[in-house]
């Protein structure tokens, strides 16, 4: 049986047992949030020692080389001796300078990082607090326009890094953990396409920062925003949207209730193949909105999404 190795603990595991639940079953503390490879929450170094990793593709070849992979994407095959990520040693420091709700359960969190950030509308960062929670959250600040950077976290549901967010106060400080890029993104060749951007809950966060970009790069094709809520209590950044739109003549805001959801995606119609389409929030949102799309006729190399996966 292979050996596992953190710091001077050591002990065996069968062969082939997921990284993750191997470290998480010994009381080896390593947070995650999807276990899909996508928050990267669980990253490990490797120092000796390499697991089987079902998703190489996730992180880069730079990190690859220096030993990081996804505990929750491996197999331990082997002898194995791991670090887990100390958001001390390897985060950035961050200020939190606002904290709002947007809406009866949206949490709007503002952070100053100590160093700048370079990033695009629609990434999404892991964030650590002070006893080691880690959660990934989309951005909705756009970059070179808001001096901070700008979260939407949903508090619908108890959970541990929601529920220490709500305790945070101008001053205190968080950690950073690494920048992704996940699938959606502003591309300049779209300029004269329609755009349509379709959102479910906070999903809604990376297609705010996603639209304001567009519309700073002056888009020419309509824009279509459409934003799935519970409620209509829900539809937290409406009035923003509102005023983008009163700014301009090719840009519309749908707000839709989910007993209002079957009747639009049954009259959705496209305009034009040409429609370029990002989609983001909850997997069945995300779902229902691509499959009407499909029908409708949108190319599927011309739809982008995100999903918001339920911790499990």
């Known amino acids: 049986m292979p050996e596992l190795r953190v710091g001077e603990r050591q002990w065996s595991v069968a062969a082939g047992s997921n990284l993750l639940d191997a470290l998480n079953q010994a009381g080896v503390a390593v947070p995650y949030s ?19 990793d079902s998703r190489p593709d996730a992180l880069s070849d730079d990190q690859r ?72 959250y989309s951005l909705a600040s756009l970059p070179g326009e808001d001096r901070f950077l700008e979260f939407h976290l949903d508090c619908r549901q108890p959970g541990e890094f929601s529920d220490a967010a709500r305790q945070l106060k101008p001053g205190d400080g968080l950690r950073l953990g690494e920048l992704r890029g996940g699938a959606l993104h502003y591309d300049p060749d779209w300029q004269t396409r329609p755009l349509w951007l379709l959102a479910a809950g906070t999903g809604l966060a990376p297609l705010f920062g996603i639209l304001r970009e567009a519309l700073r790069q002056d888009h020419q094709g ?57 989609l983001c929030g909850h ?3 995300v779902d229902a909105f691509a499959r009407r799309l499909y029908l409708a006729g949108l190319p599927r190399n011309q739809l982008l999404a995100d999903v918001f996966l339920p911790r499990g």
């Open 34 to 52: 999807c276990r899909a490879g996508s928050c990267h929450a669980c990253l490990v170094h490797c120092v000796e020692g390499l697991p089987s």
């Open 65 to 136: 080389q220096r030993g990081w992979r996804l505990a929750c994407q491996c197999q331990v095959v082997e002898d194995l001796r791991v670090e887990t990520y100390d958001p001390l040693r390897d985060g950035a420091p961050a200020e939190v300078v606002g904290v709002d709700w947007l809406s009866a359960t949206v949490l709007r969190l503002r952070l100053q990082p100590e160093r700048n950030l370079r990033y695009q509308a629609g990434q999404h960062l892991v964030l650590w607090t002070a006893s080691g929670v880690a959660r990934p």
């Open 222 to 278: 309509d824009i279509r925003v459409i934003h799935l809520a519970h409620d209509v209590s829900e539809h937290y950044l409406a009035k923003p949207l509102a005023a983008l739109a009163a700014s301009r003549a090719n840009l519309s805001v749908e707000l839709l209730t989910a007993t209002e959801l079957p009747a639009a995606l049954a009259q959705l119609r496209l305009v034009s193949r040409q429609t370029q389409a990002l």
């Open 283 to 285: 997997p069945d949102s």
